[in-house]
């Protein structure tokens, strides 16, 4: 499966998640932006870095997170972005996290053309705090009105077009990540980089190795810490390990334990000068001091010399050995991963992620139908006829406020849209295959109405791991609407215990 790289920005109330292909570096306001005339309040104005002239827009703001007007602090960070060969700053108030997804764990949102809300057309679940990370659409940012006459493409970029790709293909160009590890700054080539985390408690080390501190799980991987700074040949200091930085080795993964991550910046060999004979003393696994244009110099890891570190990449090969062992006996139990979405619909509703077909915003037009009962109308949507129901008005909620978005159903032929407020998230739950048990909780009643009848009790997982969800099957309901019959609520896997329907 690919793999996609994403920088994590917070904005404060929340965080985006924005490519890493796109993010450049991240910067220190040091002093107020020169505004332009007549530009919305997102638009901040420009600063100059190295010579050349940043367009910087409020990214908080632009999403709806700050509503205020007023003019903003200079302490804030701001993250250099590439788009079309030009650049442009984003204020934010720092950068928080580098994570690997799969591109296959990239969920799609419906949203409006030209809405702020399509700004962020993806989510993603972070893979460490199990929560949803929205993905930032830079040809969506570009299509909004007046975005491009907040920017001036050719002044931002300084070199031509036709230079500036020339510029990029040069081979020697690379790109780090800086970073502290209490008093030392240093910086690791990205090409090693697997992802960013922040650091939990580690369990202790399984054998005595300078710089060893620990093991951390992260998913289903045990992954060696080192000290970054003994490992480089300084003492050891009190453990700084508020982040972990993942790097791939040929024998498998360690991480770094550091401070906290500064920014992300590209850099050439000219940018990186070797170290004196006197500088040279006592320090290992360092190509030079990296001094990037404009910014303070940073030890550059070399991380091909400290792979060569037998001792180390042993530790790594054995953990890795120990962590395919553990998947090995996952999959021998026949684990699962059960994706459930979460939504509102004048309350909290959980449904199996295998039964919705898309999430759509609530359609311009809609074709109203006489004489339809519980349906309001028809649209269409992929060459497929899809009813429209109000999901709130099923369950007798209120439907006085507008709904935003549309569950579609397959359902035979046709389809089923189910009118609701907003969707949450998507949870996802790791599980042996046998433990899913599926129960109806439904009113057992003749005649029962088609929501109650709708009803599961679902339970995954075992022991202390063991979740009960109150599930809506849309799937059974789309059948019992259009006239079918109740269909079992699937999960994407056949239950050990046939549900009752």
């Avoid at 699962?336 to 004048?346: D, I, K, L, N, P």
Wanted: aromatic share 6%; net charge negative.
């Amino acid at each position: 499966m690919s793999i996609r790289i994403f920088g994590i920005l917070n904005l404060g109330a929340t965080d985006v998640a924005l490519s890493a292909d796109n993010l450049l570096e991240v910067t220190t306001l040091a002093g107020p932006l020169a505004p332009r005339p007549r530009m919305p309040e997102w638009a901040l104005g420009s600063f100059a870095l190295r010579g050349a002239l940043i367009p910087t827009i409020d990214l908080s703001r632009l999403l709806g997170f700050d509503s205020s007007q007023s003019a903003q602090q200079t302490s804030d960070q701001i993250a250099i972005v590439s788009y079309r060969g030009g650049r442009f700053g984003l204020r934010v108030h720092h950068v928080r996290d580098v994570v690997s997804i799969e591109s296959s764990d990239l969920q799609e949102l419906g949203s409006a053309q030209g809405a702020t809300d399509a700004l962020t057309p993806h989510v993603f679940i972070h893979p460490d705090e199990q929560r949803p990370i929205h993905v930032l659409d830079m040809d969506a940012l570009f299509a909004l009105e007046g975005m491009l006459l907040s920017f001036d493409n050719t002044a931002q970029r300084g070199p031509s077009e036709a230079e500036s790709s020339a510029v990029a293909e040069l081979p020697d160009r690379h790109r780090a990540l800086i970073m502290e590890c209490g008093d030392l700054r240093f910086a690791v080539d990205t090409v090693v980089v697997r992802e960013v985390l922040n650091s939990h408690a580690l369990k202790e080390p399984s054998t005595r190795l300078p710089g060893y501190l620990g093991n951390q799980q992260v998913r289903k991987d045990i992954i060696p810490v080192f000290d970054p700074r003994v490992l480089m040949g300084y003492k050891a200091t009190p453990p700084h390990n508020h982040q972990l930085v993942v790097l791939d080795s040929p024998q498998g993964r360690i991480a770094l334990a550091i401070t906290r991550l500064e920014r992300m910046a590209d850099y050439t060999e000219d940018n990186c000068r070797l170290l004196t004979a006197d500088d040279q003393q006592g320090i290992r696994h360092v190509r030079g001091l990296l001094a990037p244009p404009g910014l303070k110099d940073a030890l550059l890891l070399d991380h091909r010399s400290l792979f060569d570190s037998e001792a180390l990449t042993g530790l790594a090969a054995i953990h890795a050995s120990l962590s395919a062992v553990d998947e090995y006996h996952q999959t021998a139990q026949e684990w699962q991963r059960f994706a459930f979405m979460s939504y509102g619909a004048g309350g909290d509703f959980v449904t199996p992620l295998t039964q919705i077909d898309a999430v759509l915003p609530i359609p311009e037009t809609i074709t109203p139908l006489s004489d339809s009962g519980l349906f309001i109308g028809t649209f269409r949507h992929l060459d497929r006829t899809v009813s429209v129901v109000d999901l709130r008005a099923l369950l007798g909620r209120d439907t006085q406020s507008p709904a935003d978005q549309i569950l579609v159903v397959s359902c035979g032929d046709c389809a089923v849209g189910f009118m609701i407020d907003s969707v949450r998230r998507i949870e996802y739950i790791d599980a042996p295959r046998a433990s899913l048990v599926v129960r109806w909780r439904g009113d057992m009643r003749a005649n029962v109405a088609p929501i109650e009848a709708s009803k599961r009790l679902v339970g995954v997982g075992e022991g202390a791991r063991l979740k009960l969800l109150a599930v809506l099957c849309l799937a059974s309901l789309a059948n019992l609407l259009t006239g079918r019959h109740a269909i079992a609520c699937d999960l994407g896997v056949t239950p050990a215990t046939p549900p009752a329907v």
